[in-house]
């Protein structure tokens, strides 16, 4: 069964930069899609960005194109979200979850990892 443990989080001022990590385990990961999802507070959850097993990439949040970028090492059985520009709206703990597919908006993934921080304030 695929686990999955994000990393990475943590206070950064407006217009830096973070990279989180989402670490799998327990399964093959090149078997799998992983997305990147935020929820702010008193917000619902926000699908972001999902990357397929051949490395395609889904962009389904206008408010982060251009500015958050997903990419993946198989051999290291690892998937990062670059964030770049933040912003003090982008404050949320971000998720990354996996299934066989990328999924529609809306579908719910069904491994999830536990949530990793960011902070974007001065």
């Known amino acids: 069964q695929l686990q999955l443990v994000e990393s990475g989080g943590g206070l950064v001022q407006p217009g830096g930069s973070l990279r989180l990590s989402c670490a799998a385990s327990?399964?093959?990961?090149?078997?799998?899609?992983i997305a990147w999802f935020r929820q702010a507070p008193g917000k619902e959850r926000e699908g972001m960005v999902c990357?397929?097993?051949?490395?395609?990439?889904?962009n389904n949040a206008d408010s982060v194109k251009g500015r958050f970028t997903i990419s993946r090492d198989n051999a290291k059985n690892m998937v990062y979200l670059q964030l770049n520009s933040l912003k003090p709206e982008d404050t949320a703990v971000y998720y990354c979850?996996?299934?066989?597919?990328?999924?529609?908006?809306?579908?719910?993934?069904?491994?999830w990892g536990q949530g990793t921080q960011v902070i974007v304030s001065s």
């Open positions: 990357i397929d097993s051949s490395g395609s990439t889904t």
């Open positions: 979850a996996g299934d066989l597919f990328c999924k529609v908006p809306g579908t719910p993934y069904n491994y």
């Open positions: 327990g399964a093959r990961l090149d078997y799998y899609a």
